[in-house]
């Protein structure tokens, strides 16, 4: 398995601008989450879907940013209009909930490291 | 409410001797455990977790973490530190049965340098 896959690996944009962060999960996965890494806040949690239904997007920091997961394989962060201070990396994680209860490991990406002008 | 600590910001050790990356954590119910590293511009890699069982859990690259319930905490441990042992450690946390079972918090995060 080729692991969990982010495109862009890089993207550097002007703020005001849309911004499109996708990810592609781990076959048989059915649990994604996206996180936002920095060195002021770490590593932030933003939201999570299991079986392509957000369950929790209580760490989203705004109405700028939304997420979709339109299938199993598949998996969009959106910023629209970005701001400098979205300049992160932001990593995509995967992993298998059974039973109702996550109980295995996360699963991540390279991630994407965004940069906001 | 639901946290982990790491409460060292790096850790120094020289190669050969044994290194600990503390982790201590405050849950309510029965905590489900993981450590990560995450090499520079790399994503995460999981390393070890506890779920139930052994307190002694072993995971990838020689290293270990003993989970303590009375003391709540999950120590990471080697033996013998590598040069490429070099890298940002992470402690998280899973709670079983919360209605946020697929939650990981995670911790601040442990540099550990390995010097030869």
């Known amino acids: 398995d080729a692991g969990v896959i982010q495109s862009p690996r890089h993207e550097v944009t002007e703020m005001g601008q849309e911004v499109t962060l996708r990810c592609k999960p781990i076959s048989g996965h059915n649990s994604l989450f996206w996180y936002r890494q920095t060195m002021m806040r770490g590593l932030e949690l933003l939201i999570y879907?299991?079986?392509?239904?957000?369950?929790?997007d209580s760490g989203m920091p705004e109405d700028r940013f939304s997420a979709k997961m339109p299938n199993a394989s598949f998996s969009t962060l959106k910023i629209q209009p970005s701001e400098p201070r979205d300049s992160a990396v932001y990593f995509c994680?995967?992993?298998?909930?059974?039973?109702?209860?996550?109980?295995?490991?996360?699963?991540f990406g390279p991630g994407t490291r965004l940069t906001v002008l | 409410a639901q946290s982990v600590a790491q409460p060292e910001d790096q850790v120094n050790v020289a190669e050969g001797n044994p290194l600990t990356v503390k982790c201590t954590y405050s849950?309510?119910?029965?905590?489900?455990l993981f450590w990560y590293v995450q090499y520079p511009n790399r994503g995460l890699q999981f390393l070890l977790k506890y779920i139930t069982g052994d307190n002694l859990v072993k995971g990838s690259y020689g290293f270990e973490a003993e989970f303590n319930k009375s003391q709540t905490s999950f120590h990471l441990k080697k033996p013998s530190a590598l040069v490429s042992d070099s890298a940002l450690y992470f402690c998280a946390v899973r709670v079983y049965g919360s209605s946020n079972t697929g939650k990981l918090i995670f911790g601040q995060g442990t540099t550990l340098q390995v010097k030869p």
């Open positions: 994680a995967s992993s298998f909930t059974y039973a109702g209860t996550l109980r295995g490991e996360q699963f």
């Open positions: 879907f299991n079986n392509n239904v957000p369950i929790d």
């Open positions: 849950v309510s119910g029965n905590p489900y």
